[in-house]
C-alpha cells in the first residue's frame, strides 16, 4: 500500500554528519508509525528509532542516542533520520520501515530498500 525509498547514504569519515531520507509514495503516512533500522555485516537487523503519527513522541536505540535525531514531515511525506558524530560502528545497510499502528503494535508490515552508510576511520 505504502512504498518507501531511502537516500542520502554514503562514504563518510568518523565524526560526519549525515541525513537519510526516506519518502513514502502510495499513500499518506500521517497514519504510520515510521522507524529506522539497520544492519550491519554479519549481523541480524537492528532497531534504530522510531517516531509517532505527528512526530510528538520518539524512540532511540541506546547506541545511538545523543547521535541520532529521526524526525518527519507528513506534509512532505518524508521521514528523516538526522545522524551526527558517525563512528565506524555506525556502518551499515539503513532500511526505513512503517507500520499502521502505534508503539503497541508488534512488527513492521512496510519496509525500503535501504541505503548504505559507510563511517571510515
Known amino acids: 500500500q505504502v512504498q518507501l525509498a531511502e537516500s542520502g547514504g554514503g562514504l563518510v569519515q568518523a565524526g560526519d554528519s549525515l541525513r537519510l531520507s526516506c519518502a513514502a509514495s502510495?499513500?499518506?503516512?500521517?497514519?504510520?508509525?515510521m522507524a529506522w533500522f539497520r544492519q550491519a555485516p554479519a549481523k541480524e537487523r537492528e532497531f534504530v528509532a522510531a517516531i509517532s503519527w505527528r512526530g510528538g513522541m520518539t524512540t532511540v536505540a541506546d547506541s545511538v542516542t545523543g547521535r541520532f535525531t529521526i524526525s518527519r514531515d507528513n506534509a512532505k511525506n518524508t521521514a528523516y533520520l538526522q545522524m551526527h558524530s558517525l563512528k565506524p560502528e555506525d556502518t551499515a545497510v539503513y532500511y526505513c520501515a512503517a507500520k499502521r499502528g502505534d508503539a503497541t503494535t508488534p512488527g513492521y508490515n512496510y519496509w525500503g530498500q535501504g541505503t548504505q552508510v559507510t563511517v571510515s576511520s
Open positions: 502510495g499513500d499518506t503516512i500521517s497514519d504510520y508509525r
